[in-house]
């Protein structure tokens, strides 16, 4: 069965280009997709450049969510929030 979770997020520091990369890399290891959603914007955690992009309209003290879509979303979340949510 499809589940859908999901976590919001509060921007503390200014993300780089390498938690771009950790991100799309955490994303790899899960069976769910991991969607990056702010403001009606939605990226897919599986492209760089998306990511990216999605990162540079990001100021300090904004917050977005992070969704997770498929059979094992909670469990992704909790995998994935553990690494990448300081």
Request: a positive charge; one cysteine or more.
């Amino acid at each position: 069965m499809k589940q859908i979770c999901s976590r919001k997020v509060k921007v503390t520091a200014k993300y780089t280009v390498n938690k771009a990369i950790e991100i799309m890399q955490s994303a790899k290891k899960i069976n769910s997709q991991l969607f990056l959603c702010k403001d009606g914007i939605t990226v897919k955690a599986s492209g760089l450049s998306q990511l990216v992009s999605f990162f540079l309209t990001l100021k300090e003290g904004d917050s977005f969510l992070y969704i997770f879509e498929g059979s094992d979303a909670e469990s992704a979340m909790s995998l994935i929030t553990k690494e990448l949510v300081s």
